[in-house]
């Protein structure tokens, strides 16, 4: 009996995991499209491309899809088990809920081997892919390259500059300011303008901007006569700028290039990281060497009490008068193990030393500084690089452990309706990757270190998981635990 169970749970999976698959990948797809397609359609660009960038996005959905298609599949198998009642006689035969769900739990370990080896080596290069498509369409189509607040300068002699650029319409610019080159005789023009839309044309050739309700600026060059500033509104004017030495779209090497946190391997970015850390530990034994040399008692402290002091401190000593020698509390300083007295010397040979100090202990400060302000930087980008390294785990471990808790729960499901099920799985996984966030700002701020904050979410939901286990294998007559707090809230309300 126990076989045809495990056959029957396995054969549940399938189905209603490639169903939740495919939805949810079909609804981030359209995500997708929703906040790129605008950008996409009427540039010109192959069907080849196109399809590329789809193919290479859908690595991230997928990393997000697959945990929460096999929650899902878990509540609905182990659901339709408890609703055919064959769970109340197999545990009336005597067999323990490990026993009866190990399978599944091979399956799940089995699947996050499989996505810890996507998350780790196929996604970071269908990142590096995709980033590299973009910059290939970036330049070869200059309206993919405006950013808010930028000047663009990919056409020769223009700079292009737009203060908003709205995301809901394709083609529009706010806050238009664009320099022209300068003419033969020396003039430049700047125009301003509210708005202004652009196309291509020519099959990307041509670039046409028609710019509303702005102003041309232009100085005109006479000799002998001055430098003339003309000023002239328009209504419309429209400036078309010639493409064809940028080249149609075009493919370039992806070999070599840089590679940031989300297109690196978990190999590369583990030899990055401790390169940083080696670095760290340098910098380190630098601060110490920098502040230690203040301390030096032969460096240029005991040139104080020579002929190579006097040398320097007689020529400024000669030219003022002499001063009684000062209290010998205040006329003496420690430097390291010596005390250099400073009896007899002058007003400017005393500023002289007091000069020589200051600035010693200014080069001292800078230096300091600036290796502590490259070890912050560094940090930064060490924490940014173990953040992205036990996300990518910690997500490829989630499978695991939804297991612990979509077993119990689907077992507590009376009737294993399609929309219990989903509203189970969205409650769970909204709670998890909420966790994931909130971790993630955490460790922004300082509060955890990247280990912690990547690993609560899987820790909470394992122990959330593991307490329902422990009560389904003490209580199996423990049902329904929505309803039952519903019930409970019902009565404390009446």
């Known amino acids: 009996m126990l076989?045809?169970?495990?056959?029957?749970?396995?054969?549940?999976?399938?189905?209603?995991?490639?169903?939740?698959?495919?939805?949810?990948?079909?609804?981030?797809?359209?995500?997708?499209?929703?906040?790129?397609?605008?950008?996409?359609?009427?540039?010109?660009?192959?069907?080849?491309?196109?399809?590329?960038?789809?193919?290479?996005?859908?690595?991230?959905?997928?990393?997000?899809?697959?945990?929460?298609?096999?929650?899902?599949?878990?509540?609905?198998a182990f659901g339709r088990l408890s609703e055919s009642r064959a769970y109340v006689v197999a545990k009336s035969a005597g067999v323990s809920l490990p026993r009866l769900a190990w399978p599944v739990l091979v399956v799940g370990l089995a699947l996050t081997s499989g996505m810890a080896y996507f998350n780790n080596e196929m996604l970071p290069e269908?990142?590096?892919?995709?980033?590299?498509?973009?910059?290939?369409?970036?330049?070869?189509?200059?309206?993919?390259?405006?950013?808010?607040?930028?000047?663009?300068?990919?056409?020769?002699?223009?700079?292009?500059?737009?203060?908003?650029?709205?995301?809901?319409?394709?083609?529009?610019?706010?806050?238009?300011?664009?320099?022209?080159?300068?003419?033969?005789?020396?003039?430049?023009?700047?125009?301003?303008?509210?708005?202004?839309?652009?196309?291509?044309?020519?099959?990307?050739?041509?670039l046409t901007m028609l710019l509303e309700d702005g102003e041309v600026h232009q100085r005109k060059v006479n000799?002998?006569?001055?430098?003339?500033?003309?000023?002239?509104?328009?209504?419309?004017?429209?400036?078309?700028?010639?493409?064809?030495?940028?080249?149609?779209?075009?493919?370039?090497s992806r070999d070599g290039g840089s590679r940031t946190d989300r297109s690196m391997r978990t190999s590369q970015m583990l030899a990055f990281v401790d390169s940083l850390d080696a670095t760290q530990r340098q910098r380190e034994v630098e601060?110490?060497?920098?502040?230690?040399?203040?301390?030096?008692?032969?460096?240029?402290?005991?040139?104080?009490?020579?002929?190579?002091?006097?040398?320097?401190?007689?020529?400024?000593?000669?030219?003022?008068?002499?001063?009684p020698a000062p209290p010998p509390d205040t006329s003496t300083a420690l430097i390291g193990a010596?005390?250099?007295?400073?009896?007899?010397?002058?007003?400017?040979?005393?500023?002289?030393?007091?000069?020589?100090?200051?600035?010693?202990?200014?080069?001292?400060?800078?230096?300091?500084?600036?290796?502590?302000?490259?070890?912050?930087?560094?940090?930064?980008?060490?924490?940014?690089?173990?953040?992205?390294?036990?996300?990518?785990?910690?997500?490829?471990?989630a499978c695991l452990v939804f297991v612990l808790i979509g077993v119990p729960l689907g077992l507590s499901i009376q009737r294993a309706g399609v929309g219990l099920v989903a509203t189970l799985a969205v409650s769970v996984f909204l709670f998890y990757w909420v966790t994931l966030v909130v971790g993630e700002k955490l460790i922004d701020r300082g509060f955890f270190p990247p280990w912690l904050g990547m690993w609560v979410a899987n820790v909470l939901v394992g122990a959330l998981g593991i307490y329902l286990v422990i009560r389904e294998m003490r209580d199996p007559a423990w049902r329904d635990p929505i309803r039952a707090l519903a019930g409970r809230f019902a009565k404390r309300g009446g």
Do not use: C
Not at 166 to 172: A, I
Not at 234 to 246: G, I, N, P, Q, V
Not at 290 to 308: E, G, I, Y
Not at 360 to 386: F, G, K, N, P
């Open 126 to 206: 269908a990142n590096f892919r995709l980033g590299g498509l973009w910059r290939d369409i970036s330049v070869s189509r200059p309206e993919f390259a405006l950013e808010p607040g930028v000047f663009y300068t990919g056409i020769d002699g223009y700079a292009i500059r737009a203060d908003t650029i709205p995301p809901d319409s394709s083609g529009l610019l706010v806050g238009v300011t664009v320099f022209e080159p300068r003419s033969a005789n020396g003039g430049q023009a700047v125009l301003t303008a509210e708005r202004a839309r652009i196309q291509t044309q020519y099959g990307g050739q041509r």
């Open 287 to 323: 601060i110490a060497e920098t502040l230690a040399w203040r301390a030096r008692p032969k460096a240029d402290t005991t040139a104080l009490d020579d002929d190579s002091f006097a040398a320097l401190a007689q020529p400024i000593a000669d030219a003022s008068p002499p001063i």
């Open 338 to 397: 010596d005390r250099i007295v400073l009896e007899g010397l002058s007003n400017a040979a005393r500023e002289t030393v007091y000069d020589l100090a200051l600035d010693r202990a200014a080069a001292v400060q800078s230096e300091t500084a600036q290796i502590a302000s490259a070890a912050e930087w560094d940090e930064r980008r060490s924490t940014r690089y173990r953040v992205e390294i036990y996300k990518k785990n910690s997500l490829a471990l």
């Open 223 to 252: 000799r002998g006569r001055g430098e003339p500033y003309e000023r002239l509104q328009f209504e419309r004017y429209r400036m078309a700028f010639d493409l064809s030495s940028l080249g149609g779209f075009e493919r370039r």
């Open 3 to 76: 076989a045809r169970l495990h056959r029957s749970i396995l054969k549940a999976l399938p189905l209603p995991f490639v169903a939740a698959f495919s939805v949810l990948l079909f609804l981030l797809l359209m995500q997708f499209l929703i906040d790129k397609l605008p950008d996409l359609v009427g540039r010109g660009l192959p069907p080849v491309a196109v399809a590329e960038l789809l193919t290479y996005s859908l690595a991230y959905m997928v990393t997000l899809a697959v945990p929460m298609a096999w929650l899902i599949a878990l509540l609905a």
